[in-house]
């Protein structure tokens, strides 16, 4: 008896036919909510997960002066290291960031 899968981050495991139907089924919900993406066959959360990804190697990249470890760099850590490496380097840049609300509700 096939496994049963549950966890979307195992669909690869799925037989053929019941991966057409999963990913038939994800399309009508993304369009169902109103998830935008720039080709129809993208899955969202996995393009927000790589627009996160890329910011955060920018950001590390940006504060590499100060760090002396870049975004390639930080790649190769363990993933708990690469975590709090990113909280370390965002409470750095924090203090320099203007809160933009407040500009907004003054303006």
């Given amino acids: 008896m096939p496994e049963c899968v549950s966890n979307p981050k195992y669909a690869w495991i799925m037989a ?16 169902a909510a109103k998830l935008s993406v720039e080709s129809d066959d ?11 990804r890329l910011a955060k ?3 590390l990249d ?4 100060i760090t002396k470890i870049d975004g390639a760099a930080a790649a190769a850590m363990k993933l708990d290291d690469y ?20 500009a907004l509700r003054a303006a």
Avoid: H
């Avoid at 019941?18 to 089924?25: E, F, G, K, M, T």
């Fill in 42 to 52: 993208e899955c969202p959360l996995l393009v927000s997960e790589n627009i996160t």
């Fill in 83 to 102: 975590d709090k490496l990113v909280d370390i380097t965002l409470r750095l840049r924090a203090p320099f960031v203007k809160n933009v609300l407040t």
């Fill in 57 to 59: 190697t920018k950001l």
């Fill in 16 to 31: 053929p036919v019941d991966l057409d139907l999963y990913l038939d089924r994800c399309k009508d919900e993304r369009i």
């Fill in 62 to 65: 940006m504060m590499a002066g």
